[in-house]
């Protein structure tokens, strides 16, 4: 069995977005910052990697909202590690309110092992798998599901620029991880506008599209300074959910650097249920549509 660690969250008020929820890159951070301890908690702590030379950073991230957090919940965050390849581990996160077994959210994200001075992936020492399962690591581990691959953009293709600033920037001198998630927010929030569909319009319509699902995929890291595009489309539009494409490029020399799946839901804002997508927003929509995927 892993070694398993929780740790706890109180629900900052400038953690909240505007309805009220725990923003969806906080959750992000509460991962980030309990993976943290949970590998200083196993003997490895920030200043034994810096000793080895070694690092581990981020290539995937997946994390599907179940129930919102609001203001003052104290949330309950419970990692441990699923699995050790050659060069990469998977971790596991479960998100509680603290004192019951409601669940607020789960995830997991994929971690590459590297060499500090290359910079480039190497090999996971044996005794960090003995670390981490105290038993010994089971002698196979299930097979990982692929990233998601999006149909290409539609004519309509939406893009926006923005450009990396300090507060972006992390301790390795990167765009955090967290960061990406609010270029997507930024960017979801200019292509509704731009639509005809600003949030204001659908609250005032008694509805709201909040997040089931990110997946992201880091590709390359981003600096301080450089212009990135992201480029957004939707696509597998169903009754009341559909899925939201964006690329990440550095818009100096086009290189993708990170790629995320969005699955949002409309809900009712009075009942808190799922609603039909309405059919006047369907049609504003269209261009920025692929079509070929709609299932309704």
């Known amino acids: 069995m892993p070694l398993t660690h929780t740790r706890s969250f109180r629900v900052r008020n400038y953690e909240c977005d505007a309805y009220g929820h725990l923003n969806n890159a906080n959750y992000v951070r509460y991962m980030q910052e309990t993976a943290m301890d949970a590998s200083a908690a196993a003997g490895y702590g920030i200043v034994r990697y810096t000793e080895m030379g070694r690092q581990w950073w981020i290539r995937a991230t997946e994390i599907e909202y179940l129930r919102p957090a609001i203001y003052n919940d104290q949330i309950e965050v419970k990692t441990w590690v699923a699995d050790f390849r050659r060069v990469s581990s998977r971790r596991m996160y479960e998100f509680r309110l603290a004192g019951t077994d409601e669940m607020v959210a789960r995830g997991h994200s994929d971690w590459v092992f590297l060499d500090i001075a290359t910079g480039r992936p190497t090999s996971v020492p044996p005794e960090m798998g003995t670390a981490f399962f105290p038993e010994g690591p089971p002698a196979t581990f299930p097979e990982r599901e692929p990233f998601p691959v999006a149909p290409p953009p539609p004519p309509g293709v939406f893009k926006m620029s923005v450009r990396v600033a300090w507060k972006d920037i992390d301790s390795v001198h990167h765009v955090n991880n967290a960061a990406y998630l609010e270029y997507v927010e930024e960017c ?100 920025n549509l692929v079509t070929d995927h709609r299932t309704m």
């Not at 731009?194 to 990110?214: C, E, N, S, T, V």
């Not at 995929?217 to 559909?242: C, F, H, M, N, V």
């Open 188 to 287: 979801g929030m200019q292509v509704i506008a731009a639509h005809k569909w600003p949030w204001k319009r659908m609250a005032d319509a008694g509805f709201a599209i909040f997040l089931r699902k990110h997946q992201v995929q880091y590709l390359q890291p981003a600096l301080l300074g450089d212009e990135l595009e992201l480029s957004t489309w939707a696509y597998d539009i169903k009754r009341s959910t559909a899925t939201r494409a964006y690329a990440i490029r550095r818009a100096g020399d086009g290189v993708l650097l990170a790629q995320v799946h969005s699955l949002g839901v409309w809900v009712d804002l009075a009942t808190g249920r799922p609603i039909r997508i309405p059919a006047d927003l369907l049609a504003d929509f269209a261009p």
